[in-house]
């Protein structure tokens, strides 16, 4: 199956400080989905792009699709302690109709 | 609006037991997905369901799990018997259609099998 490459595996920052992760595939796909799931919870969606070039923001969260469509990232703005999880992107294939979720990037803030 | 609704939340078995996780989606939403998510991992697909049809069961261990969605709305996964590899999360998640592209995911159900 498709394999969805995230980066970095783990960030450790600082509260207050920028936060930058991606997410890349070795395919064209349709549409990037980024979600934030927390410790005994099920991931929650954040952010749905569904053009290449796409510019979404939710809150201190932006995420952009990669003009590639190779390519997704997600930027979070001025970190507060309860961004801390593990944040996943997803990916629909240009061909088929099954997402495919990355491996994640742990977020901790230091306060 | 209700969430995704899955129960139970945790269960521990012993090994060639069997287990029914129950999922409940979002009302309207004609797309139902259980995925498995082990430990440091993304969730995996196991089954897409379109309404009752099971459209993409590729994934799906057949010889030990089974899954339905008899009516369309509600849905069971079963494991039958159990294998201590088994032990993961399984997640149940819902769309309003396969290609709308947003998926609301249950808290999902934790499995330990001993």
């Known amino acids: 199956g498709q394999q969805l490459n995230q980066s970095p595996q783990s960030m450790f920052i600082q509260e207050g400080e920028d936060v930058s992760m991606n997410c890349t595939s070795s395919s064209i796909f349709n549409t990037w989905l980024w979600y934030k799931q927390e410790p005994g919870e099920g991931p929650v969606l954040l952010i749905a792009?569904?053009?290449?070039?796409e510019l979404t923001s939710n809150g201190r969260l932006t995420a952009q699709f990669g003009i590639t469509r190779k390519d997704s990232f997600l930027n979070i703005s001025a970190s507060i302690p309860s961004d801390v999880g593990i944040y996943f992107c997803a990916g629909l294939p240009n061909t088929g109709n099954q997402f495919y979720f990355g491996t994640g990037t742990s977020l901790t803030v230091i306060p | 609006e209700a969430g995704v609704v899955q129960s139970p939340r945790y269960k521990i078995i012993e090994k060639k037991q069997p287990v029914a996780f129950w999922c409940n989606p979002i009302?309207?939403?004609?797309?139902l997905y259980w995925y498995l998510q082990n430990l440091g991992q993304g969730p995996e697909l196991l089954i897409r369901?379109?309404?009752?049809?099971?459209?993409?069961d590729s994934q799906l261990p057949k010889d030990r799990f089974s899954a339905e969605r008899l009516k369309g709305v509600d849905s069971t996964l079963k494991i039958q018997p159990a294998e201590l590899g088994d032990s993961a999360v399984y997640l149940c998640?819902?769309?309003?259609?396969?290609?709308?592209?947003?998926?609301?995911f249950g808290p999902g159900t934790r499995l330990t099998v001993t």
């Open positions: 792009l569904y053009k290449a070039g």
């Open positions: 369901y379109e309404n009752e049809e099971a459209v993409d």
């Open positions: 009302s309207g939403h004609n797309t």
């Open positions: 998640a819902s769309s309003a259609g396969t290609r709308s592209g947003e998926q609301y």
